[in-house]
């Protein structure tokens, strides 16, 4: 079962060469200053169109989608937005019950949509729902079926999966509806979602004593490899990689941090290696060269972390404040309360 993951939900990122289009939904019980509700749509990690509960209205992202859609489709799709809302605010009602809860903060989420590959022309869809920092339940395309772990979902499980129509109508938009709009969404917005831009690279140390960190913020597309070199042969050892991680303008970033000693680094030539489509950069770790909690950090990675911050907010992930006091979360079937289905469908675009 493909995992939900808090920090990577609006960004559900496929293989080179492939294609997505995806839709996320979040709804939030007793997080304070975030949305009740949120809803973004995401081409290959850019964001597209945004709704929450407090705006009201589904806006664009990007100037192109304007061309890429109707008139009405603005209108339309925000009140399907609406309805989503209300039956994702029953949801959580319902999922708490499952789980024996009458209080507390709470999260429920949907992560839906297609690939399409480009070179062989296959095409896949998915459909995963999660409740307080972990998946439950999945759509498996293949046997057109759900299926689950948690026992909470069982009641869930069973009732989807009698449902033969609504399988087929989700097998339909994700094989051939969604696969359309993600060739209309990408012949619009060519320019921008196949853009090349250089990471900005820089070396990073909280203190004189602690490992330091490579840093890559601001490029696009999504694939880059860091990697250090000791004395120009390949050093994998003492080496964390962390996450990939979207930022609020669509580009992303990472880090790879090199656990070694100073006086290690120092007697020796450690270089960070930072390898993308747009270019090759090469930074050799030099006391001069890093940047630390005592002197000042480069804007372009401060404006990185605010907007990776920011893209929390942006695409729902208000449940990583959740997360972070859980440490986990748990999904569930967004029609589990019996509530109209229609009300539920999946969104024209």
């Not at 489709?73 to 019950?97: P, Y």
């Not at 293949?142 to 069973?158: D, G």
């Not at 490992?211 to 601001?218: D, E, K, L, M, Q």
């Not at 994998?236 to 669509?250: P, S, T, Y």
Request: glycine share 6%.
């Amino acid at each position: 079962m493909r995992p939900i993951l808090l920090l990577l939900l609006g960004a559900y990122l496929v293989c080179a060469g492939q294609h997505s289009h995806i839709v996320i939904y979040t709804a939030t019980k007793g997080v304070p200053g975030f949305p009740e509700f949120v809803a973004a749509t995401m081409v290959d990690g850019t964001q597209v169109n945004y709704y929450d509960s407090e705006i009201k209205e589904v806006i664009p992202r990007q100037d192109w989608v304007r061309g890429a859609v109707d008139e009405q489709f603005w209108q339309r799709n925000t009140q399907i937005r609406s309805n989503v809302h209300q039956v994702f605010k029953n949801n959580i009602n319902t999922v708490m019950e499952r789980f024996n809860q009458t209080q507390g903060t709470h999260i429920v989420q949907q992560m839906y949509g297609c690939s399409w590959d480009e070179e062989t022309g296959d095409v896949d869809g998915f459909d995963d729902f999660g409740y307080d920092g972990e998946s439950f339940l999945s759509l498996d395309l293949k046997n057109l079926r759900y299926i689950s772990t948690m026992p909470e979902a069982h009641i869930t499980l069973v009732k989807v999966n009698n449902n033969k129509a609504l399988l087929e109508a989700k097998k339909q938009y994700r094989t051939q509806e969604c696969i359309e709009w993600l060739k209309k969404y990408l012949q619009y917005g060519k320019s921008t979602i196949e853009r090349k831009v250089s990471p900005q690279v820089s070396l990073l140390q909280k203190d004189p004593t602690s490992s330091v960190s490579c840093h890559a913020t601001g490029f696009y597309p999504k694939e880059v490899t860091i990697s250090w070199q000791k004395n120009k042969q390949d050093h994998d050892e003492d080496v964390d990689l962390g996450e990939l991680i979207i930022n609020e303008d669509g580009t992303f970033q990472k880090t790879s941090t090199l656990n070694v000693k100073p006086e290690e680094w120092k007697m020796n030539v450690y270089e960070c290696v930072v390898e993308h489509k747009s270019r090759t950069i090469r930074s050799i770790l030099t006391q001069d060269k890093i940047r630390t909690n005592y002197a000042p950090v480069p804007i372009g990675i401060i404006v990185g972390v605010i907007a990776a911050v920011l893209l929390l907010i942006v695409i729902g992930v208000a449940g990583y404040k959740v997360y972070q006091k859980k440490k986990g979360f748990k999904p569930v079937n967004a029609s589990d309360d019996g509530s109209n289905n229609s009300a539920h469908s999946d969104p024209k675009a």
